[in-house]
């Protein structure tokens, strides 16, 4: 059975007390009577030599009674002040050993008290650097905790929210077919089944959320060429430009390599493009730009539509957030900009947002990190490059 932590320390500073003690005994034991018997061979001497003494036997005589006195009073006076110090270092042991556990204790009731969900529970900072670390950490993890719980509870009353709208539409739509209000015509079956991918299109987007925000993002990484992949993704909402009557200017002349995936980089352009031509309004623009800037590569998408306030350059990448006063042209789930910036920091990069203010414009960019271009393969022998 396994001492408990106050016992342990209690004995160990209790057993240094004791070798202290036995040390400071032996040495006093051992080095004492020599030198008291040298001190008194050169007092004898001493006293010979002014002709004081009263003959040899007597002066061993009294020497030995002099030396059998001085151990007999010295062994008692170790004892005692040995027994004193074990006293008092055991006194002292007690209080330090009591205010080193008293942090600890308060750790625990802490952690207690955050496994049970209380998360606003805090560690008082104790005077010792390395328990109020300790401390600090606890702290620190109750925060955490406290924000992650904050944010699943926020997520389950927006996905609930989300829901609520097209399941309300379905509930409506088969109600007035069953009482018979709408015929079963295309345009209702239509309609039931914009609902239908407007619920499909959340739980994907709800799922590849939940993987990129736990890290459990698949990237299948190969090279890639940045500014073709902005090209492209442009290629295919370009349609949709045409229909809204918005400009897309796209601005992508050389190669910028990257190590990616694809697909999900794909996905980050189409999402921010997209959301450029939801924001922007009939005979706006949106220009596409793929740039080098020293060891980044990067898609700039800059359009002409509704801004975005200073407080919502970092906000419009919330989950569900929606920046107020802007146009909607889209069913979207609202987390695609979240989705976007996850997976861009799962290759190293990020999606950043500026804009000069509200009905200004916003600006949007994807950096990624450069692949430095392969080295040129050596000339074989005998080839005619040799």
């Known amino acids: 059975m396994r001492m408990r932590l106050p016992l342990r320390l209690f004995a160990s500073y209790a057993l240094v007390v004791m070798v202290g003690a036995a040390v400071a005994y032996v040495t006093v034991r051992l080095v004492a009577p020599p030198l008291f018997d040298h001190r008194m061979a050169m007092l004898g001497g001493a006293q010979m030599g002014q002709g004081m003494g009263t003959g040899s036997g007597g002066q061993a005589g009294f020497a030995g009674s002099v030396r059998s006195a001085f151990l007999s009073a010295l062994t008692t006076a170790l004892l005692v002040g040995v027994l004193a110090s074990a006293a008092v270092a055991g006194l002292a042991a007690a209080f330090v050993t009591r205010r080193l556990l008293r942090p600890l204790d308060a750790v625990r009731a802490a952690t207690r008290l955050i496994a049970a969900g209380r998360y606003q529970a805090s560690v008082p900072l104790p005077r010792e650097p390395e328990l109020a670390a300790l401390a600090a950490d606890v702290n620190t993890l109750a925060t955490a905790l406290a924000g992650t719980e904050t944010r699943r509870t926020r997520l389950l009353g927006e996905v609930a929210h989300e829901m609520r709208t097209p399941l309300t539409a379905l509930e409506g739509y088969l109600e007035g077919l069953i009482d018979g209000v709408f015929a079963p015509e295309p345009e209702i079956l239509g309609a039931v089944s914009d609902e239908l991918r407007r619920l499909r299109r959340l739980a994907d987007d709800l799922s590849a959320l939940s993987r990129a925000e736990e890290q459990r993002l698949e990237l299948h990484l190969a090279d890639a060429d940045l500014a073709d ?12 430009f045409v229909d809204g009557n918005v400009l897309l200017a796209i601005h992508a002349p050389g190669a910028l390599p990257v190590r990616a995936d694809p697909d999900r980089i794909t996905q980050v352009l189409t999402n921010i493009i997209g959301n450029a031509l939801t924001a922007t309004p009939a005979a706006g623009s949106v220009t596409v730009e793929a740039r080098a800037a020293g060891q980044w590569a990067g ?78 393969r050596p000339a074989r022998p005998g080839s005619p490059e040799g």
């Open 229 to 240: 992949l902005a090209r492209r993704a442009a290629g295919r909402l370009a349609p949709q």
């Open 299 to 376: 898609v700039v998408v800059t359009d002409t539509g509704a801004g975005l306030a200073a407080g919502d350059l970092e906000r419009v990448f919330e989950r569900f957030y929606r920046a107020p006063g802007q146009p909607r042209r889209s069913s979207g789930s609202g987390i695609g900009l979240t989705i976007a910036r996850n997976i861009a920091r799962a290759h190293g990069g990020d999606v950043t947002a500026s804009s000069a203010g509200p009905g200004r414009g916003a600006t949007f960019m994807l950096t990624l990190p450069s692949r430095p271009p392969a080295p040129p």
